[in-house]
C-alpha cells in the first residue's frame, strides 16, 4: 500500500464538509490532489476512470480565475 501525506485530502475534504473555509489553501490541495490522480493515470491504464466526486466538481469549478500578467 502506498502511504501518502493525507493533508491535502483532509483540506478538501473538510472544506466540502464545512468545517473549513473554501481558500487558497483549498484550491492549492485540491491542485495537488489533480495532479496526483494525473500521474496515477499516466502510470497505469487501471486509473482511467478513477474521478473525483461531484461535490468536488463543484468545488473546482468555484475556484477564482486569476488575472495573469
Known sequence: MVKVNSSHCRIVRDSLAGERAVDGQTFVSLAVLEERLE????LDE???D??????VEKL???QPHLPVG
Open 50 to 55: 478513477v474521478e473525483f466526486s461531484s461535490a
Open 39 to 42: 500521474r496515477l493515470r499516466r
Open 60 to 62: 473546482k469549478n468555484r
Open 46 to 48: 487501471a486509473f482511467c
